[in-house]
């Protein structure tokens, strides 16, 4: 049993007086790293408002079993100091705190704190909620943060082991729980239902996005999806590109949706996918599912069903130039998922005025009150635990 200390607040939500259990770790964060983290979750909304009923609770047909028991053996393994700090509620304000940043300080246990057989069942954890893509992602950024920390004569933000995991919720296959892994270019948040499955917010990245020298070199990241945007940008035509560049020129950073933006407005710009021909719209799906097969294959085969149920409804922007050397911002837009891939300047171990390929962000979030599996937490909650709320009351 995970064991955190508690006391009960009381909040109105959707027009119910709740009786709401927060851990004490969850108020003294209320004023750690960004005030947005003092705003009530919205989340992502396109053109100012979100749109109710696109989430439901409902069988996937898609066992998460093996990511339930991978969490278990985790937390077995965790001493009790570790798991009294990596364990919270599932419904704790630590899903906001991800930074790519190492301030505010991390919370949950650290990988460089883990003896060997716990680092393997960490990662034991991430492969049974990845794909083998995602999961070597993960890993090579790792590494590469490694090799930010070798460019950088080992300064103490940087580093291969740098990375911590929390657990919200008790890891069940009838109750709502979930797990995150939070690093500087690295953070994955992975909400679970039953067999439904939510990951993310998810922040990638990398600098450098290849390492030439080091203990890590020849590893390299972010390269498919940097090119396969740019397939697709080149397949449109005049009118399709004059509608999805809102600017052919890129002086900075671009990304909307990166820490403490869990209630950001996308405004309704760029192209339209119902705009694309078959071939074009094929194009873009296989940029899609370069983020999305990220995931575990079954669940992101339930997530690409998902979003090609709303691809008429998608749009397509994007920032930059469209030749091999150029440096651009993409995204992709849709009821149901946001992508933005970034070319940013450089950080460390030098900076830059101007953004460069070796510096990359990409973000996924899903829009509508859903980041965090937050919209079907609401469901879960009003469908089994208001009666046992209001009496508490």
Known sequence: MIVVRQFAVLAV???????????????????????????P??????????EPGVFEIESTGVSTAPVVDAAKDFLASLSAPQREKTTFPVDDL?????????????????????SEQQRDLAFG??????????????????????????????????????????????PSETEPWGWQVDGHHLVINYFVLGDQVVMSPVFIGSEPIRATSGKFAGTE???????KGLDFVLSLDSDQKAKAVVSSTKPGNNNLGEAYKDNIDLPEEG?????LSPEQKELLLVVIEEFIGNMRPEHATVKMREVKEYLDQTRFVWVG???????????????VVMIEFDHQRRVAPFRTSEPTRDHIHAVIRTPNGNDYGKDLLRQHLEQHHSTESQKSN
Do not use: C
């Open 13 to 39: 939500v959707g027009g119910i007086l709740w009786l709401s259990v927060v851990s004490l770790a969850q108020q003294r964060g209320r004023g750690r790293g960004n005030e947005s983290l003092g705003q």
């Open 41 to 50: 979750f919205r989340g992502v909304s396109i053109g100012g408002e979100i």
């Open 94 to 114: 630590e899903w906001r705190k991800w930074d790519n940043r190492h301030s505010p300080p991390r919370q949950g246990v650290g990988f460089d704190e883990m």
């Open 125 to 170: 954890l991430m492969k049974a909620s990845l794909s083998a893509r995602g999961l070597k992602l993960s890993k090579d950024i790792m590494k590469l943060n490694g090799t930010l920390a070798e460019l950088a004569n080992n300064f103490d933000e940087y580093g291969e082991w740098l990375y911590w995991i929390t657990i919200m919720g008790e």
């Open 221 to 227: 990241v972010m390269q498919a999806a940097q090119d």
């Open 271 to 275: 192209l339209l996918v119902s705009e």
């Open 321 to 335: 130039g469209t030749s091999d050397e150029d440096v651009y911002y993409y995204r992709i837009q849709s009821p």
